[in-house]
């Protein structure tokens, strides 16, 4: 099956290394998410990678993580993860735990914050690192001592009524 997107897709990429045992959120923009618009003809994932690699060295890894649909444009989320070396001089803070943003069973989270697409997408990147072969072998010890703590979650409104109170 093929589906068409018309109207913009925006990127939001996270930049990520594993520094000392810890995740840090990096990039042009710190650790806001950097914000590129995908233009027609082009595959969303091949200009953030274009768009990345031109601009950062120690590029490992390049995947998407979740989509939404936010502002008029559907925001596909990237995780970018990168050499600790290749942090220099951009700033960078810690990842943080926060809990996951919460859906209906037919309808989207209310409001997604940016650590919570975060959070999403290190849960994610953790699952590739023990499912995937490529990322698996990409990510070496220290990532997946990192990545130890984040677990894939259910859907949990399928779960129990209150399960979306737990964080």
Same mark, same amino acid.
Not at 38 to 59: A, K, M, N
Not at 94 to 110: F, I, K, Q, T
Not at 135 to 160: C, G, I, M, S
């Given at each position: 099956?093929?589906?068409?997107? /018309?109207? +913009? =897709?925006?990127?939001?990429?996270?930049?990520?290394?594993?520094?000392? &045992?810890?995740?840090? @959120?990096?990039?042009?923009?710190?650790?806001?998410?950097?914000?590129?618009?995908?233009?027609?003809? /082009?595959? +969303? =994932?091949?200009?953030?990678?274009?768009?990345?690699?031109?601009?950062? &060295?120690?590029?490992? @890894?390049?995947?998407?993580?979740?989509?939404?649909?936010?502002?008029?444009?559907v925001v596909l989320s990237f995780v970018v993860v990168i050499e600790p070396a290749a942090i220099g001089a951009m700033d960078a803070a810690p990842v943080v735990r926060v809990g996951l943003a919460r859906s209906s069973?037919?309808?989207?989270?209310?409001?997604?914050?940016?650590?919570?697409?975060?959070?999403?997408?290190?849960?994610?990147?953790?699952?590739?690192?023990?499912?995937?072969?490529?990322?698996?072998?990409?990510?070496?010890?220290?990532?997946?001592?990192?990545?130890?703590?984040?677990?894939?979650?259910?859907?949990?409104?399928?779960?129990?009524?209150?399960?979306?109170?737990?964080?």
């Amino acid at each position: 099956m093929h589906v068409d997107v /018309e109207g +913009p =897709v925006t990127a939001e990429v996270f930049t990520l290394a594993c520094r000392a &045992d810890r995740l840090v @959120l990096t990039g042009p923009c710190g650790a806001a998410p950097w914000l590129i618009e995908s233009g027609p003809g /082009e595959h +969303p =994932v091949d200009t953030v990678r274009r768009i990345v690699e031109g601009v950062l &060295d120690g590029v490992l @890894l390049v995947h998407s993580t979740s989509w939404r649909y936010e502002r008029g444009a559907v925001v596909l989320s990237f995780v970018v993860v990168i050499e600790p070396a290749a942090i220099g001089a951009m700033d960078a803070a810690p990842v943080v735990r926060v809990g996951l943003a919460r859906s209906s069973s037919h309808a989207p989270p209310d409001a997604i914050g940016h650590l919570q697409v975060v959070e999403h997408g290190v849960r994610h990147l953790a699952w590739l690192a023990k499912e995937d072969e490529v990322v698996r072998t990409t990510l070496d010890d220290t990532w997946h001592q990192a990545l130890a703590d984040y677990v894939p979650e259910p859907f949990r409104q399928l779960d129990t009524p209150n399960a979306g109170d737990r964080t």
